[in-house]
């Protein structure tokens, strides 16, 4: 593999990296105190109950990256590739939480991170 091709690859890992953490950042600072009694999401995000979970989801990502980076197998990369779709999921799960005006953006973020999962896990 050309030096080239190893600095693509991880440019378009930072790249992603970079874009769900932004998500995060977003949502983390975007919670705000208008959300009605009558709120479907299972999420309470008033009391920040939400941040945990994401967290967990976050953290079990970053570990399966790390795995791979260690011993890139197909195994691992299907494992990243999960684990990727999980915290995006758990992103997608917690929009309720932040004000109206900004979800249209944080849906974009997750479904541009979505493209470049779907486009290449591991990479």
């Known amino acids: 593999m050309g030096i080239h091709v190893f600095i693509d690859k991880l440019t378009s890992k930072q790249v992603f990296r ?3 953490l932004a998500i995060a950042f ?9 959300d009605t009694d009558d709120d479907t999401s299972s999420f309470d995000c008033q009391a920040g109950t939400w941040t945990e979970w994401v967290e967990n989801e976050f953290t079990a990502y970053y570990n399966a990256i790390n795995v791979y980076s260690q011993d890139p197998t197909e195994s691992n990369c299907a494992l990243v590739e999960s684990t990727a779709y999980d915290y995006l999921e ?3 799960d917690i929009v309720d939480c932040v004000p109206t005006a900004n979800q249209d953006a944080i849906n974009q973020a997750i479904d541009e991170a979505k493209e470049e999962v779907d486009s290449n896990p591991c990479g």
Do not use: G
């Open 18 to 20: 970079t874009c769900c």
């Open 26 to 34: 977003l949502i983390t600072i975007s919670c705000s105190s208008d």
């Open 90 to 92: 758990a992103l997608r």
